[in-house]
């Protein structure tokens, strides 16, 4: 019997000709039988891809053979065989989509400017010398926090990524810019933006999460400073690290505690909502 696996890992690295590995990597994925979704841009790749283990692992051996890539950090994930509808690679002008690809810089090293990044017991070293000054900022959509974060974050209102550079311009968040500001999100790939931006806008002291929520509850499940369930881009909609995860979503219908996410078309017309079972199912 297949184990099915997910892996998530992106590179930020100067590509000259990303049509052409976009090619590359869609003809790797098609002859492993693999499915998911891949976006790359002149800025590098970001992948989340999912099948067999065994030809996963075939899949990490041949994009690692690409000298640029052959660091990745590449986060693996139990799957069900069925988490993605189909395979995508595209090229796109940004990895993630903040709508201002000409502010960000590349170079081998990645995102010049980003913040600091902190293993996630440098996180815990820093909240233990910083204690209440340390702000968590979420790097992610409201749906996506609502039934996960770190103790305490401030979380936005933002529905896609392209909002938060209005957010950051409209001075929300002004009053944070000279306390420590550790940014997160699921992999670490928005806040490799998401920290750059920050800073160029004045925050002057910007870390980010090596490895993301992912790598943070890797490390310490729901026994640290992260409380609820972790949003995933594929059929699962949501994970927990233990089998004590904290529920902190609340059903958009009725208002009981519950981490189910699904499509559900609120009053105000949006896709995914977080809903209970109950009320979806009814």
């Not at 998911?36 to 996963?56: A, E």
């Not at 204690?131 to 996506?144: M, P, Q």
């Not at 810019?177 to 998401?194: Q, W």
């Not at 902190?248 to 896709?271: F, I, K, L, S, Y």
Request: aromatic share 8%; charged share 25%; hydrophobic share 35%.
């Amino acid at each position: 019997m297949s184990t099915p696996k997910i892996v998530l890992f992106y590179v930020f690295t100067p590509l000259p000709d990303p049509d052409a590995i976009r090619l590359w990597q869609h003809s790797i994925c098609a002859s492993l039988g693999l499915r998911g979704r891949i976006i790359v841009s002149r800025h590098g790749i970001n992948s989340t891809v999912g099948g067999d283990i065994r030809q996963v692992k075939r899949y990490v051996r041949a994009t690692r053979e690409y000298p640029a890539f052959k660091n990745a950090d590449i986060k693996w994930s139990d799957g069900t065989g069925d988490d993605f509808p189909r395979l995508s690679v595209k090229v796109r002008p940004e990895i993630v989509t903040f709508g201002v690809p000409d502010e960000i810089e590349v170079d081998e090293s990645g995102v010049v400017g980003g913040g600091a990044h902190l293993s996630p017991a440098q996180v815990h070293e820093l909240v233990a010398a910083r204690g209440e000054d340390v702000v968590f900022f979420d790097g992610r959509n409201r749906i996506e926090a609502a039934v996960g974060h770190f103790a305490g974050a401030v979380s936005t209102d933002a529905e896609t990524t392209r909002d938060f550079v209005p957010l950051l311009d409209s001075g929300a968040y002004d009053h944070l810019k000279d306390r420590p500001i550790v940014t997160y999100c699921t992999g670490g790939v928005r806040c490799e933006v998401l920290s750059a931006l920050m800073r160029h806008r004045g925050f002057s002291e910007v870390y980010q999460i090596d490895g993301g929520i992912v790598r943070y509850g890797e490390t310490f499940g729901d026994d640290g400073l992260w409380e609820g369930s972790l949003y995933v881009f594929d059929s699962r909609m949501s994970t927990d690290f233990s089998d004590h995860a904290k529920v902190v979503g609340q059903c958009v219908e009725c208002g009981v505690p519950t981490n189910h996410v699904a499509n559900h078309p609120d009053h105000d017309g949006r896709e995914l909502a977080v809903i209970c079972q109950d009320c979806f199912g009814g």
